[in-house]
């Protein structure tokens, strides 16, 4: 199963997204939960501090917009380079943060 949560800044997006991830992995499910928010706080919601926030590392460029790049490594080789597993027994990826966001 795959489920996406997307809306308008501000509506519980990522505290919708914590909790359907904690209960599916409380229920014995693998979880993978990627944060595309350029402001990411799901690692937090997820029971992670700062600064072990601070240390997943961060998806690269190519593969968040799909230009190539890690093309080679599988999605398990992916996981398991950028992914943090969290208290909750979620995976987590960080996809980008404001400091590589882009805006101008």
Do not use: C, W
């Not at 014995?28 to 029971?47: C, E, F, K, Q, Y």
């Not at 790049?69 to 987590?92: K, N, Q, R």
């Amino acid at each position: 199963m795959k489920l996406g949560i997307v809306g308008k800044g501000g509506v519980g997006k990522t505290t919708l997204s914590a909790l359907f991830a904690q209960e599916y992995a409380r229920r014995g499910l693998r979880v993978l939960a990627i944060d595309t928010d350029s402001n990411p706080n799901l690692a937090h919601s997820l029971g992670l501090n700062s600064e072990q926030a601070d240390d997943i590392p961060l998806l690269p460029r190519s593969v968040v917009v799909g230009t190539g790049g890690d093309g080679a490594m599988t999605p398990a080789e992916l996981i398991s380079t950028y992914g943090a597993v969290t208290p909750s027994s979620v995976t987590l990826l960080h996809a980008m943060r404001i400091t590589q966001a882009g805006a101008g």
